[in-house]
């Protein structure tokens, strides 16, 4: 396995790959960059295909999370995990002791946080094994609703104010009666789907597995199609929220919404769907820009601060989309290009 010729090696500081034989955890950590800060970033497990493939995910994920660090204003540095394996039926107590060992050996340089296929409780394992561990517990909501740990209603809340935007950017207008195909009701998904329906939007959802289904359907009035022809289907706005890799050479063609903004990371198959976005007239959000209220609460938790200051920081997730569209209209640039920019100059300075 290749790692410096790697096609998504960025210039990553560290990239450990972590095997206990009693647990049986075949684990990659992947630190892109520390400039602003201690590196953190969320753990994914998922039955990937091949090491190959987790690689590539972990590489490009944990330089996500520096862009997205950087444009939110945070002082920290970008970083991720994932862990391979099914977390339905491979996830052990076991298993969450060994991450959280293997965490450790980063001596701060790398937080561990939730995401794909790690609840709160794995965290809580994990912390007997490390201080490194974020999302173990919250002091408050960014709604004042009880709170857990789990940053998904700040991701959702974010993402949605970053979709609000783009619609008002693109369109002059706002949700009401605008048509959002939501691929992936997880826990991320389900509740961008209930801001959507509030604001009155109508829902097209999809997802492999049916318990968000069923809610998005009884609950919110959402219609349901096959997961592989969500991207496909007459909407304003196609919000991914599941995997990474929707806009791919494949689905571009068929696309035939105006907006793409969704919850998902490395939406993008390749950087170039970026410019292809752009010659087909199709607004794209970065999806490091509107995905960032995870980390936004996270960094509020560990900090002297309330939930009114992380709301306001929430919200100005769809102040900064309104100023990348806007610039990258003004200079006939890819959205993704132009985010880019923003981001760099705070990491690499």
């Given at each position: 396995?290749?790692?410096?010729?790697?096609?998504?090696?960025?210039?990553?500081?560290?990239?450990?790959?972590?095997?206990?034989?009693?647990?049986?955890l075949k684990a990659i950590i992947a630190v892109h960059n520390t400039k602003l800060g201690?590196?953190?970033?969320?753990?994914?497990?998922?039955?990937?295909?091949?090491?190959?493939?987790?690689?590539?995910?972990?590489?490009?994920?944990?330089?996500?999370?520096?862009?997205?660090?950087?444009?939110?204003?945070?002082?920290?540095?970008?970083?991720?995990?994932?862990?391979?394996?099914?977390?339905?039926?491979?996830?052990?107590?076991?298993?969450?002791?060994?991450?959280?060992?293997?965490?450790?050996?980063?001596?701060?340089?790398?937080?561990?946080?939730?995401?794909?296929?790690?609840?709160?409780?794995?965290?809580?394992?994990?912390?007997?094994?490390?201080?490194?561990?974020?999302?173990?517990?919250?002091?408050?909501?960014?709604?004042?609703?009880?709170?857990?740990?789990?940053?998904?209603?700040?991701?959702?809340?974010?993402?949605?104010?970053?979709?609000?935007?783009?619609?008002?950017?693109?369109?002059?207008?706002?949700?009401?009666?605008?048509?959002?195909?939501?691929?992936?009701?997880?826990?991320?998904?389900?509740?961008?789907?209930?801001?959507?329906?509030?604001?009155?939007?109508n829902l097209i959802v999809a997802d492999i597995f049916a318990e968000g289904l069923e809610?998005?359907?009884?609950?919110?009035?959402?219609?349901?199609?096959?997961?592989?022809?969500?991207?496909?289907?007459?909407?304003?706005?196609?919000?991914?929220?599941?995997?990474?890799?929707?806009?791919?050479?494949?689905?571009?063609?068929?696309?035939?919404?105006?907006?793409?903004?969704?919850?998902?990371?490395?939406?993008?198959?390749?950087?170039?769907?970026?410019?292809?976005?752009?010659?087909?007239?199709?607004?794209?959000?970065?999806?490091?820009?509107?995905?960032?209220?995870?980390?936004?609460?996270?960094?509020?938790?560990?900090?002297?601060?309330?939930?009114?200051?992380?709301?306001?920081?929430?919200?100005?997730?769809?102040?900064?989309?309104?100023?990348?569209?806007?610039?990258?209209?003004?200079?006939?640039?890819?959205?993704?290009?132009?985010?880019?920019?923003?981001?760099?100059?705070?990491?690499?300075?």
């Amino acid at each position: 396995m290749s790692l410096f010729e790697h096609a998504d090696f960025d210039q990553h500081e560290q990239v450990s790959f972590f095997h206990d034989k009693e647990s049986g955890l075949k684990a990659i950590i992947a630190v892109h960059n520390t400039k602003l800060g201690a590196s953190l970033g969320g753990c994914r497990m998922w039955p990937y295909a091949s090491s190959q493939e987790a690689l590539t995910d972990v590489l490009r994920l944990s330089s996500g999370m520096t862009y997205k660090a950087a444009l939110a204003g945070l002082p920290q540095g970008g970083g991720k995990a994932v862990i391979i394996g099914n977390p339905r039926s491979d996830k052990t107590q076991q298993l969450m002791y060994a991450m959280g060992k293997a965490v450790d050996t980063f001596k701060g340089q790398y937080v561990i946080a939730e995401d794909s296929g790690i609840s709160v409780q794995d965290l809580q394992f994990m912390a007997t094994q490390s201080h490194h561990v974020a999302g173990t517990s919250a002091k408050f909501a960014y709604d004042g609703s009880p709170a857990d740990g789990n940053p998904a209603p700040s991701t959702a809340y974010g993402v949605f104010m970053g979709l609000k935007a783009a619609v008002e950017h693109a369109t002059g207008s706002d949700l009401n009666g605008k048509t959002v195909a939501i691929q992936g009701v997880g826990h991320v998904g389900l509740r961008l789907a209930r801001h959507l329906k509030n604001a009155g939007a109508n829902l097209i959802v999809a997802d492999i597995f049916a318990e968000g289904l069923e809610i998005a359907k009884n609950e919110l009035g959402a219609t349901v199609v096959d997961p592989n022809d969500i991207h496909a289907v007459d909407a304003d706005v196609f919000a991914p929220c599941a995997m990474g890799g929707a806009i791919n050479n494949a689905s571009l063609s068929q696309i035939k919404a105006k907006i793409i903004a969704g919850a998902a990371n490395n939406q993008l198959a390749t950087p170039e769907m970026d410019v292809l976005l752009k010659q087909r007239g199709i607004t794209y959000v970065p999806d490091y820009l509107i995905n960032a209220g995870g980390i936004i609460d996270i960094f509020h938790q560990r900090n002297d601060s309330t939930a009114e200051k992380m709301r306001a920081q929430l919200e100005q997730i769809g102040q900064t989309v309104k100023l990348i569209l806007g610039r990258a209209q003004a200079e006939d640039l890819p959205t993704g290009q132009v985010a880019n920019q923003i981001a760099e100059e705070k990491f690499r300075a």
